[in-house]
């Protein structure tokens, strides 16, 4: 299953803007200072820079890593000529924000670099949540901040309803958890996590991506969306559910004439770690 195609990233660019929650959001801006110091762990296309500058924060600086060389190359290109941002060594720059990316492991790429804020959008029930939290603490300043956003938490739903759902959704959600470090369930866990852990949790609230036809038809790019979770499920129950072939083409036809929607259950997290 990958995550790093570059049109998928893209093509779900509206359908995490619309899962946002807004009071998480206003509780981190409340929370950061005037200029802060931003690393983001999984950068993909880099689409949290033009969501900050939005959200007014124009002063600072901003590094994002993304394994997937491809895509951070095209965070470079795109995300500049969208920001219409000023060249500078090794990135560019917007109002008083400085902005670069690079090709790395999130996990291990920050150290200590005594950040105001971690980003971590989609990201935690990739790796493991535990180790993740551990480097995004060393990576952060007094007072810093991880802000977890749209971290999936194991609800998949389709509509219409098929009498093969449920043996599907197991199996997607099975295969999800016998990848090493993936937790189908790290929304849940990284609530428990940051209770557990010395420090605070802020705040959190359901961040749910909803995808549904409208007039026959679905924005933007998200029926390229919907075809690559629907990808992402078959590559997951191959040969495990007899009946998931007969699914998947029922979902693609579903899909073509636009009628297929889709959710999946989230959680936004704001957490300020322990100050060392």
């Known amino acids: 299953m990958d995550h790093a195609d570059e049109r998928y990233l893209a093509a779900k660019r509206t359908v995490d803007d619309r899962a946002l929650d807004r ?10 200072p005037a200029a802060p110091r931003v690393l983001e762990a999984g950068c993909g296309t880099g689409v ?10 124009t002063a600072g600086a901003y590094r994002g890593v993304d ?15 969208e920001l219409d941002a000023e060249p500078v060594e090794g990135g560019f720059r917007v109002d008083d924000l400085t902005v670069r990316f ?15 804020l971690v980003v971590a959008q989609a990201f935690l029930d990739l790796v493991p949540v535990e180790a993740a939290l551990d480097a995004f603490a060393a990576a952060l300043g007094p007072d810093g901040l991880v802000y977890a956003p749209i971290t999936f938490d194991g609800e998949t739903i389709f509509q219409p309803a098929h009498p093969s759902d449920d043996a599907v959704v197991a199996a997607y959600h099975a295969a999800i958890d016998d990848a090493p470090g993936r937790d189908s369930r790290a929304g849940r866990h990284l609530l428990d996590h940051c209770r557990e852990r010395a420090g605070e949790l802020l705040a959190a609230a359901a961040s749910d991506w909803v995808v549904h036809p409208r007039n026959g038809g679905y924005p933007a790019d998200e029926r390229h969306f919907l075809d690559t979770i629907l990808s992402f499920v078959a590559d997951a129950v191959d040969g495990t559910v007899p009946e998931a072939d007969a699914w998947l083409r029922t979902r693609r036809r579903q899909l073509a004439a636009g009628t297929l929607t889709y959710v999946a259950h989230g959680y936004d997290v704001l957490y300020r770690p322990e100050s060392r």
């Open 23 to 32: 009071r998480v959001r206003d509780r981190l801006l409340d929370e950061l």
């Open 48 to 57: 949290t820079v033009p969501r900050l500058v939005d959200w007014g924060v």
């Open 67 to 81: 394994r997937n060389r491809a895509v951070v190359e095209a965070a470079r290109e795109s995300r500049a000529a």
């Open 102 to 116: 690079e090709a790395g492991d999130a996990l291990n790429a920050f150290g200590d670099e005594r950040a105001d």
